[in-house]
Every structure is written in structure tokens, then in C-alpha cells.
């Protein structure tokens, strides 16, 4: 072995016994890296996080398409720190480092130290980690709490008490309203629990189920909204799997690239030095080892049955990438231990080191493309979503204000929610011209024009006004045509007018 080889083995073996919280500032250094990249990279929110901001305007137990959680984030950290993007974005890195902090002690926990450490480094360093620590979205609660709530369990597990017990059950609910994929967690704890032999007992332990119940406790606002609301957000989880459509019953390209999404969310050499052990492992007959051994058949639980569901849910339909995100806490965990095991040190800091660069990338992409001469445009850029609205949005603001007793409408949920974050206009304020009736978005459920018969309207659409509005109203006025350029190949364009006496839609 070289001295530099040398040199990079030592490293992992220097954090994690001598100086462990070389890893803590380590995590601080993220937090504060990517706070930084969110500063200066000024790349506008994304139409889900405004719409986000808009329900932190409004704090409740419930929204749409989401739990609350995010918004109730949003909302704390734009109370403290103002309402700009990196405000309403500030949870998100900071949760992500905790998430890794937590691994790093179920990782001591199960197995030692060192293990921890890697754990944390590869949680920290994951892909699909770095690109979600830049946006606030659901998936920065649900993984804290994904993690937060097997390490009490395993703390629970551990003791003759109550109080981790209760601390789990707390910790099951807050993810339960970050995320209802969390409710796969006590599915897979439950499973682990069957499969353990020196656990097995606590599947009939009253501290266990008083755990699921104050879970549901800590839970129950939200199914009460729900109920309130003809279980909304239940209807738009399952509207959105888009199981029983059309489509054919197996979808094996679809399958394909969801799972080739799963290793970029891992990182591509991470992924493939799994892979390639499990191989080793299954030719030598050594996979029943998995499952021998309690901490790694934790790993397994942790990952196994929510990858396993996410990919059938592709097989049969579709599923996005950031899905199946959880399941990649117990992977880490499963990838430490196993390359450390083997002695695969470099390799699994290679992996880690690969998985900075990629998101550095991604980071400073525009800077990296400039250099590299790819022309920006619609195809190339990976924000081009997020583009343009807050030049679009911000140039209808005087006109809303001009007519301060009007409402404001669109046809479309991404302009409402850009309308609310970079017009400032307020929740209470929207309508949205629905004549469908379909309840398929948050201003659907909460602002449908049809409540406002009689009112006048800004009506902001990318769309010229449709005529089957026009003639519901006994007044319409062109007031503008706003016209973005972003690049050759893409601009926003808004069209506003105002409306007056809308008669409803019959």
C-alpha cells in the first residue's frame, strides 16, 4: 500500500475514534456551504415551495396535497429571518446535517464508531441529498424524523423504561406530519422486530404499542383536517400514484429508470460498490449473514420494504426519484458497514469524494457550464423551471395594486403560488378559475372562483384570456402582455387583464 493510500485509510480511522467531532464540524461546514450556495446562487423558488410559503401564511393541520410540517417550518424560519428565498429555504440544509447526525449515532449504536461516521459522511454526501438541501420540500422533515424515530427505537429498545418509548412515539407523529410515507417506518420496525430473535418479544410489549398510540396522537390533527376536508390529501396521494388508469399493468421502463434514479440518489460509485459486495456476499454464499446478524438486518428493514414498495408502485405506474429517499438512511448505514468490513476504505471515500464533486456540480452549474462552453438554454439548464417568474410575477404587482378591490385569479396553480411569494399577494386574496369543479390542487380546495359571484378579478394566466371566461363576466379589460426572456429557447409570459362582475360559472 503507498503512503498516500495509507494516508487516505487513516483518515476515516483518525474522525471516527480520535476525533469525532471532526465530524460535527464537519456537518456545521455543510449547513453553512449550502446556506452560502442558496445566497449567492439566487436561483428562484420553485412554484411547490412558493406554494409552500403561501400555506405558512396560513398555518393549519392540513393542506392539499401535503401535511403540514413544511409549512409550519417555513413558517418558523420566516419569522425569525425574514421572507426572503434563503429564509424560506433555511430548514432544509440544516435538517439534512441533523439526518446525518442521527445516522452517525444509529450507526455507533449497531455497530461502532467508525461505522457512524461513514454512515453520516455518505447520508450527508448523497446526491439526492445535496440537490433537496438547496429547495424546502417535505422530504427535509420526513427523513429527520425517518431517522430521529429508529434511533429512539433502538435507544427503547435498549432500555427497561418508558421514557424512550414515548420519545419514539412523538417522533413517529412529527414525521407522520412531514410525510405520510413515514407510516412505512413502523411497518418495517415491526417486520425487523418479527425477524429478531432477542427482540422478537417486544412485538407484544405495551411500551411498544403505547408508542403507536401516542403516534397517532401527535398524528390525529391532521386526520382530523382531513376529515374536515373530504380526506383531501389522502385523495391527491392516491390521485397521484395513478394506479388504475389506462396504462398498462407492467411498466418495466418505467421500473428502469426509477431505479437508475436510486443510484444517483445514493451516488453512482456508492451504488455500485454495494452492489458489487452484495454480489461477493450472494457468490459466496454469504447473504443469510444479512439477516444473521441483528444490526445489519436493521439496516435491511429500514431499506428493504419501502424501496421494494416505491419500485412496484413504478413497475405499476410511475414513481419519482426523491420517493423512495428514506430508504437510503438504512442503505448508508448498510454500505458503511459493509465496505468497512471489507476493507474498502478508499473506495468508500472515493465514493464520498465522487459524491461532493457531483453535487458541487450541480451547486455552481452555471459557472461550470460557462467554463465548459455549453450554451444555456431551456434543455440545458436544470433550473429552467424555476426561471423568469420572479421578473414576470414582480411586473404584475402594479397592476394588482392598482386595483386594490379586486381579487386575483388564474387558471393555473404555479401562478398563484409565484403571485404569492414575488407579488406579495395574500392567500385570501386568490381565486382560481375552475369551471370543471375538479378538486385536484390547494386553491381548488380553498379558492374556487366560484365562491366570488359578483366580484371583479386581476386574472393572470400564460394564456390569453378563454373566451368561456369572458363570457362569464359583464366586463373584461386587456391590461397586459408581459414577456420574460430567459434564454433563446425559453421565456415566461404572462397575460393580465381585469375582470369585472363574474356571474359564476352557469
Not at 500500500?1 to 487513516?10: G, K, L, P, Q
Not at 445535496?130 to 427535509?140: E, F, H, K, P
Not at 433550473?383 to 378591490?405: F, K, N
Not at 392567500?427 to 371583479?456: C, E, F, I, K, S
Request: net charge positive; hydrophobic share 50%; with cysteine.
Amino acid at each position: 500500500m503507498t503512503a498516500s493510500a495509507s494516508a487516505s485509510d487513516n483518515s476515516l480511522v483518525a474522525v471516527s475514534q480520535s476525533r469525532p467531532w471532526l465530524l460535527l464540524a464537519g456537518l456545521v461546514l455543510l449547513v453553512l456551504y449550502r446556506w452560502a450556495v442558496i445566497h449567492f446562487a439566487t436561483v428562484p423558488l420553485f412554484y411547490d415551495e412558493a406554494q409552500y410559503y403561501g400555506w405558512a401564511l396560513q398555518p393549519d393541520f392540513g393542506y392539499y396535497s401535503k401535511p403540514p410540517m413544511v409549512a409550519w417550518l417555513i413558517y418558523l424560519t420566516t419569522q425569525l429571518f425574514g421572507q426572503t428565498e434563503v429564509a424560506v429555504r433555511l430548514a432544509s440544509p440544516l435538517l439534512y446535517s441533523l439526518t446525518a447526525l442521527v445516522v452517525f449515532g444509529i450507526g455507533r449504536r449497531l455497530f461502532d464508531q467508525q461505522v457512524g461516521v461513514a454512515a453520516a459522511l455518505v447520508v450527508a454526501t448523497m446526491p439526492g441529498v445535496g440537490v433537496s438541501g438547496l429547495v424546502i420540500t417535505t422530504d427535509a422533515p420526513l427523513l429527520f424524523f425517518w431517522a430521529l424515530t429508529a434511533y429512539l427505537f433502538l435507544r427503547a429498545r435498549d432500555s427497561q423504561g418508558w421514557g424512550w418509548w414515548l420519545l419514539a412515539g412523538v417522533s413517529c407523529g412529527l414525521g407522520l406530519l412531514s410525510k405520510y410515507t413515514l407510516v412505512v417506518l413502523p411497518a418495517s420496525l415491526i417486520l425487523y422486530l418479527a425477524g429478531s430473535r432477542e427482540y422478537r418479544r417486544l412485538l407484544t410489549d405495551r411500551r411498544f404499542w403505547l408508542a403507536a398510540a401516542v403516534a397517532l396522537l401527535v398524528f390525529s390533527p391532521n386526520i382530523w383536517w382531513n376529515y374536515r376536508h373530504q380526506f383531501a390529501t389522502l385523495a391527491h396521494t392516491t390521485a397521484i400514484s395513478q394506479l388504475g388508469g389506462s396504462q398498462p399493468l407492467f411498466r418495466p421502463g418505467k421500473l428502469l429508470e426509477f431505479l437508475g434514479g436510486q443510484i444517483g440518489v445514493l451516488g453512482p460509485l456508492l451504488a455500485v460498490l454495494l452492489i458489487v459486495r452484495l454480489a461477493q456476499l450472494a457468490r459466496r454464499r454469504q447473504l443469510q449473514s444479512l439477516t444473521a446478524e441483528d444490526g445489519l438486518w436493521f439496516c435491511l428493514a429500514l431499506t428493504v420494504p419501502l424501496l421494494v414498495l416505491i419500485s412496484t408502485q413504478a413497475l405499476l405506474s410511475r414513481a419519482f426519484i426523491n420517493w423512495a429517499m428514506p430508504a437510503f438512511l438504512g442503505a448508508a448505514l448498510l454500505t458503511a458497514a459493509l465496505l468497512l468490513r471489507a476493507g474498502w476504505r478508499r473506495w468508500l471515500l472515493a465514493g464520498i469524494a465522487l459524491n461532493l464533486a457531483v453535487t458541487g456540480v450541480l451547486y455552481h452549474y452555471h459557472a461550470f457550464a460557462a467554463a465548459a462552453g455549453i450554451e444555456h438554454s431551456g434543455k440545458t439548464d436544470p433550473y429552467y423551471r424555476m426561471l423568469g417568474w420572479p421578473e414576470a410575477t414582480e411586473a404584475v404587482r402594479p397592476l394588482i395594486e392598482r386595483y386594490p378591490d379586486a381579487l386575483v385569479a388564474s387558471d393555473a396553480r404555479k401562478v398563484l403560488a409565484n403571485l404569492i411569494y414575488y407579488s406579495r399577494v395574500q392567500p385570501q386574496r386568490l381565486a382560481l378559475w375552475n369551471p370543471r369543479g375538479r378538486v385536484d390542487n390547494h386553491y381548488a380546495l380553498t379558492a374556487d372562483m366560484g365562491r366570488y359571484v359578483g366580484r371583479n378579478f386581476i386574472f393572470v394566466s400564460e394564456s390569453p384570456l378563454p373566451d368561456t371566461l369572458r363570457q362569464r363576466v359583464t366586463h373584461s379589460e386587456y391590461l397586459a402582455e408581459i414577456a420574460v426572456p430567459v434564454y433563446a429557447d425559453l421565456e415566461r409570459r404572462l397575460y393580465v387583464y381585469y375582470l369585472q362582475g363574474f356571474e359564476g360559472y352557469r
